[in-house]
Nanobody, 120 residues
Framework: QVRVVESGGGLVQSRGSLRLSCAAS??????????IGWYRQAPGKQRELVAG???????NYADPVKGRFTISRDNAENTVYLQMNSLKPEDTAVYYC????????????WGQGTQVTVSS
């Protein structure tokens, strides 16, 4: 079992910045063997992938956030970060972290989400 906890959300003005953190813990997985994704879900919309980072450090981003968001990982701290700059009101959503265990359980785990609200 893997526990995933997101933090760092809040209320920010348009063009502001926030850094989200995703911490994973568990006794039967190795963080450096996981792929991690940040997703978001706005009211009335489907959950969508925002950014991902593979166990090898390869990153990918959704078009709306390219150039503004940066995903990174610290394997020593079992944590993934999402640096969000130049925030827009349309970035308002609950942000979720998804951890994919590629080696041990071969399943994925979700956190409870963290709210990001961008005011205009």
């Amino acid at each position: 079992q893997v526990r995933v906890v997101e933090s760092g959300g809040g209320l920010v003005q348009s063009r502001g910045s926030l850094r989200l953190s995703c911490a994973a813990s568990g006794s039967t997985f190795r963080f450096n063997f996981t792929d991690i994704g940040w997703y978001r879900q706005a009211p009335g919309k489907q959950r969508e992938l925002v950014a991902g980072i593979s166990s090898g450090g390869i990153t990918n981003y959704a078009d709306p956030v390219k150039g503004r968001f940066t995903i990174s990982r610290d394997n020593a701290e079992n944590t993934v970060y999402l640096q969000m700059n130049s925030l827009k009101p349309e970035d308002t959503a609950v942000y979720y972290c998804n951890v994919v265990d590629n080696v041990y359980s071969r399943r994925d785990y979700w956190g409870q989400g963290t709210q990001v609200t961008v005011s205009s």
